[in-house]
């Protein structure tokens, strides 16, 4: 494996997160991961040396998700409704309230409309900064900052209040 | 001095000059309410970040290092071959699809031969199976898209991910449907609740142009395999329909 391959299976386990967030199943999150990971290789004569490849792997992702997995999954969901909280309430990986808090943390941001859960997943739970995450989702600085404000109001609301303590 | 959710949230997130955050701290500290508005927004961050701890956690599967690895490799233009059910051995060789898969799935970071091996098979299924079961008897599972599409996708042109190809009834009784997704095409039968891989194989690639016509995008070495396995013709439209209706079983 060269050094693209290897900073690319770094950036896994950060990829794999952003797929729950964005995917919410199990199934999707690693199907959406996997399309990332192809993509990403696929195009790595795209990727400029010396720039973030992170940023770039995350645009992948979203874009990923807003082409071909969200689609699929919405038809899927017809007939098959998900199971709330199973994505990350996997048992023996942590103590029962680090698994119910998780749940909670999941049904939170998939009930957001889904240019706040970007924007959120981007800046709070992955930790971009605003010039990145505005210009990985395409979107003024200005909307992003709203749409994070929107979104960490409703999460504060919905986790601060529901007892989901850290 | 009051400041807005979208101030607080920039001081949290580390986006604000020195001159604001001093200003905000300053404040802070003898007003009860801002501070907790603070407290309020630290606490979310943390409790977000905190939630997918165990995602983070857990270890790189075959699945995706394969996927990672394997394009590192010369693709190969032969079939991959799968055992199907476990309990077939020699006998089937000569006529079913059935090749030995690596039997051990050692971590990439140990990167020998073996896991390089392991990982160039993998490259050329890329997209079409679900994550590697371990152990010599495993069976293949299709991705959930693909599983999808077996399961209700009528044979033919289709606009989505998935295309299938065409449906048949082995000699073993089971319904077996050909697929193609992305750069895989393979032939799955169905086991009981579930597909089972049988074989695969790259699909036509954008260079072969001239051989998609509208007969069939699917590799010779498939529609090989469908020839050692198939009991009779394939499904007409109807046949497939009722077999899909009655759950394939």
Do not use: H
Request: charged share 25%; with cysteine; glycine share 8%.
């Amino acid at each position: 494996m060269d050094a693209f391959q290897t900073d690319l299976l770094d950036l896994l386990p950060r990829l794999r997160r952003m797929a729950r967030v964005l995917a919410w199943e199990p199934a999707d999150a690693d199907d959406l991961t996997q399309l990332t990971l192809e993509r990403a290789l696929v195009r790595r004569d795209q990727w400029r040396e010396g720039t973030r490849l992170d940023s770039w792997v995350f645009r992948m992702m979203k874009n990923a998700w807003i082409d071909e997995v969200r689609s699929r999954q919405r038809k899927a969901r017809v007939l098959a409704p998900p199971a709330l909280g199973e994505a990350v309430a996997d048992p023996g990986s942590a103590t029962l309230d680090t698994r119910l808090g998780a749940m909670a943390v999941e049904r939170a941001l998939a009930a957001l409309p889904e240019d706040q859960r970007l924007a959120v997943a981007m800046v709070l739970i992955e930790g971009l900064s605003y010039q990145e995450a505005s210009e990985l989702l395409d979107i003024p600085m200005g909307t992003l900052t709203s749409r994070l404000a929107r979104g960490r109001a409703a999460l504060q609301t919905t986790l601060l209040n529901e007892g989901a303590q850290p | 001095m009051t400041f807005d959710d979208e101030t607080l949230g920039a001081y949290v997130d580390g986006e604000l000059d020195q001159t604001a955050i001093a200003e905000i701290e300053a404040a802070a500290a003898t007003d009860a309410v801002l501070a907790a508005r603070i407290d309020r927004a630290r606490r979310l961050k943390a409790l977000l970040g905190g939630a997918f701890s165990s995602v983070m956690a857990e270890p790189a599967s075959e699945r995706f290092t394969c996927v990672v690895a394997g394009k590192a490799a010369p693709a190969s233009a032969e079939i991959i071959r799968f055992q199907g059910k476990p309990p077939v051995k020699d006998k089937a060789k000569s006529k079913a699809p059935a090749i030995a898969r690596p039997a051990s799935s050692p971590g990439w970071s140990g990167a020998g031969l073996g896991a390089m091996a392991a990982c160039l098979a993998a490259g050329v299924i890329i997209g079409v199976i679900a994550p590697w079961k371990t152990g010599e008897e495993a069976a293949l599972s299709p991705s959930r898209a693909v599983t999808v599409a077996l399961d209700r996708q009528a044979s033919g042109p289709n606009a989505g991910p998935v295309r299938i190809g065409l449906s048949f009834k082995a000699r073993d009784g089971a319904y077996c449907r050909t697929f193609s997704a992305g750069a895989t095409a393979g032939l799955a039968c169905r086991e009981g609740q579930a597909w089972t891989v049988r074989a695969a194989a790259p699909a036509a690639t954008s260079a072969d142009t001239v051989y998609r016509t509208a007969a069939s995008d699917t590799p010779q070495a498939v529609l090989d395999a469908v020839d050692a396995m198939i009991q009779g013709a394939p499904l007409d439209a109807q046949a497939e329909a009722n077999a899909r209706a009655a759950g394939w079983k």
